[in-house]
C-alpha cells in the first residue's frame, strides 16, 4: 500500500481522544496534513476529501455504550474511496459495548476499509477530584501502548501490496447496537452547570461547548435541551467557577467512582 498522506479526525470536548489519536499519529511516523477536530460545530460543516493514497485516523468518544453520536452523524456524511482507516474508541473505564463495531461499519459503509481498529482508556467525563474516575487517563503507559499502535499500523501498510488482500477486522459488539433512548430520556435535558460568583465572564467555556449550548455573554445561560453532558465546559472553566449542580448525574458519578476501581487495558485489532 502506497500511503502519501495523513489525516486526523476527532470528537474529543474532554480532550482524552485527541491525546490517543496523535499518539497514533507519532507512531505512524506521518506528518499529519490535515487535523480535523470535529469537536468545533464549524467543523463539523465541512466536507472531507479522501483519496485511496491517504490514510484517515478517526477518533471518537464512547457515550452510553455507542459511539458519539454528533461524531457519527457527521461521519456519516464523508465518503471514501478505498481509503484505508483506523478506527479508534475512547471509553471512561466502564465498557466501550458496541461503539467500535458502529464506528467500524460506518466507516466500511461509506467507502472506507478499516485496516486497524482499538479501544483506549480516557478519563471519564464525569471524573473531577471528588468522585475520580479512570483520572489521568490516558497516562504514559497508554499513550506508549498507543505509540506502539502506531508502529503496527505502519509495518502493516509496508508489508501490504495491495488493500484489497486485506481480511476484515473483527471487533467485539453486537446487534442490535445498545438503545440509547432510555439513557437519553433519563439524562439528557438535565439542568447540569452550576455558576459561581468566581465566573469572570471570559466566554471560554461558550466556546469549547460542541453543541452551541451556552450564552457566549451570559455564561450561566445553558441550554439543557441542546447540552450532551460533556462536561467540556466544567473541565475547561479557568477559574472554577462551573461545577455540576447535585443531580442524577452527581450521583452516577459518586457510583462509578466506587465501582469503577478496576483498570481496564487498551486493545487493538488487527
Ligand atoms: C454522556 C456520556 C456518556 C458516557 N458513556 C460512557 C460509557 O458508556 N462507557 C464508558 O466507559 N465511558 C462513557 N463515557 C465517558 C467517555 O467515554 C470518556 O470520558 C472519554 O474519555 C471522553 O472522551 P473525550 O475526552 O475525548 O471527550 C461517557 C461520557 C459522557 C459524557
Ligand atoms: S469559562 Fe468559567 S470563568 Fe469563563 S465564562 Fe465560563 S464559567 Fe465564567
Ligand atoms: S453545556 Fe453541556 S454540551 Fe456544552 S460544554 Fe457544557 S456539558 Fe458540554
Redesign the pocket.
Known amino acids: 500500500m502506497n500511503i502519501e498522506s495523513l489525516k486526523l479526525v476527532y470528537f474529543s470536548p474532554t480532550g482524552t481522544t485527541k491525546k490517543i489519536i496523535e499518539a497514533i499519529a507519532r507512531g505512524i511516523g506521518h506528518h499529519p496534513n490535515e487535523q480535523l477536530d470535529i469537536t468545533k460545530p464549524k467543523n463539523r460543516n465541512r466536507q472531507l476529501m479522501t483519496s485511496k493514497n491517504e490514510l484517515i485516523l478517526v477518533g471518537v468518544p464512547v457515550y452510553f455504550g455507542r459511539a458519539q453520536e454528533n461524531a457519527i452523524n457527521w461521519l456519516k456524511t464523508i465518503k471514501g474511496n478505498s481509503t484505508p482507516a483506523v478506527c479508534v474508541v475512547v471509553y471512561g473505564n466502564r465498557e466501550y459495548d458496541d461503539s467500535l463495531l458502529e464506528l467500524k461499519e460506518i466507516m466500511t459503509k461509506n467507502g472506507f476499509i478499516p485496516i486497524a481498529c482499538a479501544a483506549y482508556i480516557g478519563e471519564h467525563s464525569f471524573s473531577n477530584f471528588q468522585t475520580p474516575i479512570a483520572a489521568g487517563r490516558p497516562d504514559a503507559k497508554d499513550i506508549l501502548h498507543a505509540e506502539s499502535f502506531g508502529v503496527e499500523i505502519r509495518n502493516k501498510i509496508e508489508s501490504t501490496a495491495e488493500i484489497s488482500l486485506l481480511q476484515e477486522i473483527s471487533v467485539p459488539g453486537k446487534y442490535p447496537f445498545i438503545d440509547m433512548a432510555a439513557s437519553k430520556k433519563n439524562l439528557f435535558g438535565v439542568d447540569l452547570v452550576d455558576?459561581g460568583s468566581?465566573?469572570?465572564?471570559?466566554?471560554?467555556?461558550?466556546l469549547v461547548c460542541p453543541v452551541g449550548a451556552i450564552d457566549i455573554e451570559r455564561?450561566a445561560s445553558v441550554d439543557k435541551n441542546k447540552c450532551i453532558l460533556c462536561h467540556a465546559?466544567v473541565k475547561?472553566?479557568?477559574?472554577g467557577?462551573?461545577t455540576v449542580k447535585d443531580t442524577m448525574v452527581k450521583n452516577i458519578a459518586l457510583r462509578m467512582s466506587d465501582s469503577l476501581q478496576n483498570r481496564k487495558e487498551p486493545r487493538s485489532f488487527m
Open positions: 455558576v468566581q465566573c469572570v465572564q471570559c466566554g471560554g467555556c461558550a455564561s465546559c475547561h472553566c479557568p477559574t467557577a462551573r
